[in-house]
Structures are given as structure tokens and as C-alpha cells.
């Protein structure tokens, strides 16, 4: 018979027996005593490491039981602590966190929750994080919500799920771990934010074919998804710009006021700035509808408040806007030390349309105009783009259509075409120069016709671009607008590459299977050779208020410099005379008396630009 051990011994070998005997009941007795006794951590509202005698279990299993004089000589240390493993005591194996005497965590489990969260007095049901405050619930012991928390929102990696892992891209079928989808989510928001895509086109069946074949398994979020997001993005958007404007001394600020096709009135402003690194910045600081009356008072109180909510309307100095007269009224009701600076972009517009007549008409032409076909048109086609009406319609699809009809739906209410000259009777010029218009503004209407009846026939679309292909002809027809700047001037310059085409397309209209009306209008709005070399004095003379709107369109240096720049060259290039070149020149006169009219002779405009721009290299320095 073999000879007793000690009793420690002796101990360890009669637990190792009845946890044999325990193995075909592995909830016993000694299985329930612990688990009450881990239940007591919740009943007691206190932390971890104020029970000291709180037992713990290692992700082995290991037991430090509440008292360690049965299991521990009297003179051992924490360190040399005798253990029974799970495997004896036939427990769950529940990964639970080993704790020792300096209070760390040795793994992911329950009990290092407590360390990144505080338990609610009188309240055994929540707790709250000690990183960001809020609170979760711990009913019955579960902290599954909160470990999702500290995972999810705080990124502590020991509390990842066991079956997710965010940074690896499941196969096709599988589904993504949350905050992988969350990721994605959040590129496909910033998607329809950056490209102005409407909410419902991440979840059209092309893009969703893109996102299976980059991202197996994902689908896009939809429109009510995108919709709740974008109005949390605002928020956090409007937080952040009005941190970057809370180190802004000065700030110049840019409007521009609309409606779009269903009548819907917005109201952009854009900030203009100098950090405190001396670098110019721009971005927007408001896009908002406005639902009130388009009176001065209206429109002063929307940019007052705007401003407000962003603690800038003291920093203002300027408001660059246009001329209308609304506009202009609002600055009466706005502090005396924001200054108005009208658009220079839009006096040169002003110049170029009104000095040569490209939108007058006379009573005679309006009339003729308004009793026109055009008129009882379906409000549908008013709304397209010119560039898609390339459907010949039956009945005379052909017909002439008046130049208010090329405006696209977005610019039927644009504050840009106030002040562009539209009736003939009531302009300040002579009998002569209003001749003189008259004669330019019937040649770019030819352009204009000619344009609409090669877009409103399929027949003669298709036409034209076979013998685009024939001589080399890249670009595409198109027509102006009276409020885009500069459209004119790319119509002319457009048809005078299809210049060939065009002689082509008439030496050839009598082989082409249109009607015989359809080919009487393009006999009227044929151009002769004359008409030919005004398109291209037009061209000419026009060209440097191009140049000149882009260069006061720039957004990386401050455009105030370059106003003078620009009106100088202009006005120096409209006062040189061209040899031989009576068409060229009389354009040139006309252009010149407009600039002197919208600068030299308003001089409150033209000295603030000066003061603004000695204020600026004052504020440099």
C-alpha cells in the first residue's frame, strides 16, 4: 500500500477525485458555487478591483478562489498560487480575465470590460463608458453591447468580435463584418456627395454590378440610408467649418442667387480667405433654399443669418454679387462696413451682350416671335437641354424656336441675365449703331437656327456627323446661352470649325430625305461669305474678355489684383485700330463704349476695387 502524502497532497488528489466523478454532471455543486459567486461581481455594484475577494478565471480555466487559505500555504506569494484547472472542476469553459495584485489584463474577456467602463450607482442595470460617457446596458451580466462599443467606436482591438475581422474581404455569398460595411458605406456616401449623384443611383443595377464585382458581397446602402447620413454629415461639416473660421480675421464672402426649373430659389455664399500660414483659401459656406419673397430685406436677412450661424458676419468685409436690383437693395438692411463689389465677371458679359446687340430684338421680331408655334409647346421640352432634342418630331419640327427656349432648366431664373439688353426700342444708341446691331445680332441668329435645326432632326444630325468624320471635325455644335458668360463666343468659335461641314451639308440639302420645308428654313439661314468673315471678327474682338473672365475666375490667387490687369488690356486692345479691318474695328468701338459705360463712368465700382485692393496688401503687410 502506497504511503500517504501530505495534506496538501492529499487535498489535490481528492479534488482530482470527485472532479472524476463529477464528469457525468458537469454542473455540480461546486460548479454552481462559483458561478453564484461570479454573479455576485454585478450584485454588488463595486469595481473589480475593489473586491478583493471576488474570484476570476483564466482563459485555461484557472480559479483563484475568494479565500486562497485553503489552496495556499500561509506563506505564499499571488505569484506561486497553487491552481485546479477547468478540466478538474468540469466548468464552462467562458473566457473570463485572470486578474493579479497590479490589476492587469491578460486577455480579451468580460471582466477587462471594467476597465474602460464604470458601473451606475444604484442603477445595476448600466453602465458607462469612461472614454466618450455614454451608457450601455448590463442587464443579467451581458456585455456584449458594450464590448461592440469599445470595439467598433474607440477601435480597442482586444474587444474585436471572434468571428469578424474588419481589414480581411470576404468571398462572394459571404456577408461583411460590420465596420467593414460601415467603411464601405461611408466611400459610397462620399461618392454621391462629391459627383452631386442623386440618393437612388448607388442602387441602380449597372453600379451594382460594379460594387459585386470590386466588392463581392457588398450592397450599396439606399437612398433613405444615404438621405439620414448626408443630414449627420452636414452637422459634423458645419462643426469643423466653423472651427477652420474661428482663426479668420477677414473674410470676403461671394453670392449667387438662382432658381431652378420647378421654381425652387437657392442662395450660395462662398468665404474668401487668408490663413494664418498667408495661403488663400476658398470654400463654401452656405447652400440653402430660400422660400421667402425675392425683396431686398428677404435676401439681407438670409445672408445675415448664415454668416451668424457661423460667426463670421463681423469678419465680413465684402460681398461680391450682381447687379440686380433686389440684390443690391439687401445691403441697405446689412452692416454699413460690408462693402458691395458687383461680379467683374458679369460687367464683361453685360459689355459683350449689350454692345453688340447679341440678345436685342425689335418690337416687330418679338411679336413675330411670340405668336410663333414655339409658345404652345409642351412645358417637358422647355425643360430639355438642346443637346438631347435630336428626335424629328411630326409637323414641322423644324421651326423656328425662340432663343428663350435654349435655356436649360437650371438657368430659367438665373439673376445673371439682369441688365442684358433684349429690347432693341429702348437702348441708348444711335440710329446708326443700332443698325449696325441689328445686322450682328441677324447673323448670330442664323448661327442660332442653324444650330436648332441640325440638332432637331435625326435625318440631319446623322448627316452632319458623317461629314464630321469626312474632315476631321472633333467638336460638337452647340448653342449659347444669355446667362452663361462666354457661351457666345464658344458658339461662333464651334461653328466656324464646321465651317467646311456647313458648305458641304447646303451644296448636299436637296440629296438629304428631309421635307421640302425643312429644307426651305436651312436655304434662309444659310450663311454667305460675309456672314462668314463677321463670325470670325466676332471671334477676334471677343476673345480677350474669354481670357479676362478666367483670369478673374481663379480660385488659388486674389482676382481683386488682377481687375485692373484685365480692364487695361481689354480697353488697350479696343482702342488700338486694326489696318484694313473696317468690321473688326467698328465691333472693337462698340465693345468700348460699353466698358467705358459699366467702368469709367461708375466710379463708386471702380475706386472700391481700388480700395480694396490697397486694403489687401494693407492687411498683408
Not at 438642346?386 to 409637323?395: A, K, P, R, W, Y
Not at 437702348?427 to 443698325?435: A, H, K, M, P, T
Not at 468700348?592 to 498683408?620: G, T
Request: charged content about 25%.
Amino acid at each position: 500500500m502506497a504511503p500517504h502524502g501530505n495534506g496538501a497532497n492529499t487535498k489535490s488528489k481528492s479534488t482530482t477525485s470527485k472532479a472524476t466523478k463529477q464528469k457525468q454532471k458537469p454542473n455540480g455543486e461546486f460548479t454552481k458555487r462559483v458561478t453564484a459567486a461570479l454573479a455576485g461581481l454585478d450584485d454588488g455594484g463595486d469595481d473589480l478591483d475593489s473586491s478583493p475577494s471576488a474570484p476570476s478565471i483564466s482563459t485555461s480555466g484557472t480559479i483563484i478562489p475568494a479565500t486562497t487559505n485553503q489552496l495556499l500555504p500561509s506563506s505564499s506569494s499571488s505569484s506561486t498560487v497553487t491552481t485546479i484547472t477547468t478540466n478538474q472542476l468540469q466548468l464552462p469553459t467562458t473566457s473570463i480575465a485572470l486578474v493579479n495584485n497590479d490589476n492587469e489584463t491578460n486577455t480579451t474577456d468580460t471582466l477587462s470590460v471594467w476597465y474602460h467602463v464604470d458601473k451606475i450607482p444604484n442603477n445595476a442595470h448600466k453602465a458607462k463608458c469612461k472614454l466618450c460617457s455614454r451608457e450601455y446596458s448590463r442587464k443579467g451580466g451581458n456585455t456584449t453591447g458594450i464590448r461592440k462599443h469599445l470595439f467598433y467606436k474607440h477601435g480597442i482591438q482586444e474587444f474585436m468580435p471572434k468571428t469578424s475581422d474588419p481589414n480581411t474581404k470576404l468571398k462572394s455569398g459571404d456577408k461583411y463584418s460590420p465596420s467593414g460595411k460601415r467603411r464601405l458605406n461611408e466611400i459610397a456616401i462620399k461618392c454621391v456627395v462629391k459627383d452631386g449623384r442623386s440618393f437612388g443611383d448607388l442602387s441602380k443595377p449597372g453600379l451594382c454590378e460594379l460594387f459585386d464585382a470590386i466588392a463581392p458581397g457588398f450592397r450599396p446602402p439606399h437612398r433613405n440610408t444615404v438621405q439620414k447620413n448626408l443630414k449627420r454629415l452636414r452637422q459634423s461639416a458645419t462643426q469643423k467649418l466653423k472651427q477652420q473660421l474661428r482663426s479668420v480675421d477677414f473674410l470676403g464672402v461671394t453670392s449667387d442667387f438662382w432658381s431652378d426649373a420647378r421654381n425652387v430659389s437657392y442662395l450660395v455664399l462662398t468665404g474668401h480667405y487668408v490663413d494664418k500660414k498667408f495661403r488663400l483659401k476658398n470654400t463654401i459656406i452656405s447652400f440653402s433654399s430660400f422660400s421667402e419673397r425675392h425683396f431686398g430685406y428677404n435676401i439681407a436677412q438670409a445672408i445675415e443669418n448664415q454668416l451668424r450661424q457661423l460667426v463670421v458676419y463681423e469678419k465680413t468685409r465684402t460681398i461680391t454679387c450682381d447687379g440686380a436690383s433686389n440684390v443690391k437693395k439687401s445691403f441697405e438692411q446689412l452692416d454699413p462696413s460690408i462693402q458691395r463689389l458687383q461680379c467683374l465677371g458679369h460687367k464683361f458679359h453685360l459689355i459683350v451682350c449689350n454692345g453688340i446687340g447679341l440678345w436685342a430684338k425689335s418690337k416687330k421680331e418679338k411679336k413675330t416671335s411670340d405668336s410663333s408655334d414655339v409658345k404652345s409647346r409642351n412645358d417637358s421640352i422647355r425643360a430639355m437641354s438642346m443637346e438631347d432634342l435630336d428626335v424629328e418630331e411630326e409637323g414641322g419640327s423644324d421651326n423656328e424656336i425662340d432663343d428663350s427656349e435654349i435655356q436649360t432648366a437650371e438657368n430659367e431664373n438665373d439673376t445673371w441675365a439682369v441688365d442684358v439688353i433684349v429690347d432693341a426700342e429702348n437702348e441708348d444708341s444711335n440710329d446708326s449703331i443700332l443698325n449696325e446691331k441689328k445686322e450682328l445680332g441677324e447673323i448670330i441668329q442664323k448661327v442660332r437656327n442653324l444650330v436648332k435645326i441640325i440638332k432637331r432632326s435625326s435625318i440631319v444630325t446623322s448627316y452632319v456627323n458623317n461629314l464630321k468624320l469626312q474632315y476631321n471635325v472633333k467638336r460638337s455644335l452647340q448653342l449659347d446661352c444669355i446667362t452663361r458668360w462666354n457661351s457666345t463666343l464658344l458658339m461662333v468659335e464651334i461653328m466656324l470649325l464646321h465651317k467646311p461641314v456647313m458648305h458641304q451639308l447646303f451644296a448636299d440639302q436637296h440629296l438629304i430625305d428631309i421635307k421640302t420645308e425643312q429644307q426651305t428654313r436651312m436655304t434662309l439661314n444659310e450663311l454667305s461669305s460675309d456672314d462668314w468673315n463677321v463670325l470670325e471678327s466676332i471671334q477676334m474682338v471677343l476673345k480677350p474678355f474669354y481670357e479676362g473672365t478666367k483670369l478673374l475666375s481663379g480660385s488659388h490667387y486674389a482676382t481683386v489684383g488682377m481687375a485692373f490687369f484685365a480692364i487695361h488690356n481689354i480697353k488697350e486692345f479696343l482702342q488700338e485700330p486694326t489696318r484694313d479691318d473696317h468690321t473688326l474695328n467698328k465691333l472693337k468701338h462698340m465693345l468700348l463704349e460699353q466698358l467705358d459705360k459699366y467702368f469709367e463712368h461708375d466710379r463708386q465700382q471702380y475706386e472700391l476695387i481700388k480700395v480694396r485692393l490697397n486694403m489687401v496688401f494693407m492687411e498683408c503687410a
